[in-house]
DNA sequence: CGACACATGTAACACGTTACATGATTTG
DNA sequence: CAAATCATGTAACGTGTTACATGTGTCG
């Protein structure tokens, strides 16, 4: 659903060929998450498939190269994206969360080694993500924004991986079914539980 | 990524069947994101082709229920997932951080708008979800700790979206620089409206 | 010339998701 | 009995993703 709706939101702007789409898109998006020009194309095939977009309308350029062109039904949908929140249902299950989630629920695993493998690698990845949003202050404020963005994201993720430790320090020894903690479980130890 | 594991997880423990996997499942993790049946078969089914799980190896159990077990691969396989860390690149595009995006680079969109009905979204997702946190005290703990990791990201998000308004403000009135190079802009087309 | 980037596409796959078909069992 | 729930699956679709085929143009 991004893919699809930031091609249209470019489109908006008037016809554009394949790889000119992709390139606004990076520069819109700060190449965060690259863009392979192969789907630029797959996604375009589908929105030409959905009259969302219309391709060689007007036919290719002086270049040759194909143009893409916006419907109006295209300018529809994307109106109805940005008029819509992005709510919680609509978002991708948090595969981290559920990693915890499953690390507590089933024995024999290592909670404490999840969780803090975990923080290591989100801190790393955070202390990168601020030395580029550094490294960037004359940027498209568009850029910024979303490395912001992830940068929001992952001091959460921190702040809630600190709090999951916390939780299981309270939590040993309490209530169910007595994982085998702290260290790698005695090879056969696995006792059947019910 | 995320199902597929967890299912994985769950046969650790030992073989079980559909309905059970996911009502373990969703008691592991909430039902936050229920759990479609239907799934759980199409997944097990690709778990088999891959050799991650063995359907009927002893056979149905005695109500005639077709029982899954997980194979060593699917142990090595999910050892792996537990050690390996989730990372920036490994996660979706996020929907918002693009629309947002968008919304900046192309004409005709009125960004303050997308960013505070977002915030008015996030809010009240805010507030179900701490409604869903404290009408629950007792639960499983894993259960609550994916409760508190979404509660992280939306406060993270709706602080996000603050900053972004008062980078908008700061930005207002500057020009756009961007708009491409290559190619003759066709005559003014794009509506404001939308 | 040969390497490389530009440019357009197709094929195939992974994963999540839903809708449907089918039967057994439970329960009001 | 009828409806609901349990139970197992299949088919099909949407989106994202990669690998490949193919050709043009440019530049050292």
Redo the contacts between chains.
């Keep these: 659903?991004?893919?699809k709706?930031?091609l249209l939101?470019?489109l908006?702007?008037?016809?554009?060929?394949g790889y000119?789409l992709r390139g606004?898109f990076e520069?819109?998006?700060?190449a965060t998450?690259p863009l392979n020009i192969g789907q630029v194309y797959t996604t375009l095939t589908r929105l030409e498939r959905d009259n969302l977009v219309r391709g060689d309308a007007g036919s290719a350029?002086k270049d040759g190269r194909s143009m893409y062109e916006i419907t109006d039904a295209g300018?529809a949908e994307?109106?109805k994206?940005?008029?819509t929140?992005?709510?919680?249902e609509?978002?991708?299950?948090?595969?981290?969360?559920?990693?915890?989630?499953?690390?507590?629920?089933?024995?024999?695993?290592d909670v404490r080694a999840?969780v803090q493998?975990?923080r290591?690698?989100?801190m790393q990845?955070l202390q990168e993500?601020t030395r580029l949003k550094r490294s960037s202050t004359d940027g498209?404020?568009?850029?910024?924004?979303?490395v912001?963005?992830?940068i929001?994201?992952?001091?959460?993720?921190i702040?809630?991986l600190d709090?999951?430790e916390s939780?299981l320090v309270r939590?040993r020894g309490t209530p169910?079914p007595a994982v085998p903690q702290t260290y790698e479980v005695p090879a056969g130890e696995q006792e059947?539980?019910s």
Tied chains: 1, 2.
């Excluded at 520069?27 to 700060?30: F, I, Q, W």
Aim: charged residues 25%.
């Design positions: 659903m991004s893919i709706h930031g939101a470019l908006q702007e008037g016809p554009k060929y000119q606004e520069v819109a998006t700060g998450w350029d300018r994307l109106a994206w940005f008029e929140p992005v709510t919680r609509s978002r991708p299950r948090d595969e981290l969360a559920i990693k915890l989630a499953l690390a507590l629920t089933v024995p024999g695993v999840v493998r975990q290591m690698a989100t990845s993500l498209e404020i568009s850029w910024q924004l979303v912001e963005s992830m929001f994201a992952a001091e959460a993720e702040r809630w709090h999951c939780m939590h169910r059947a539980r």
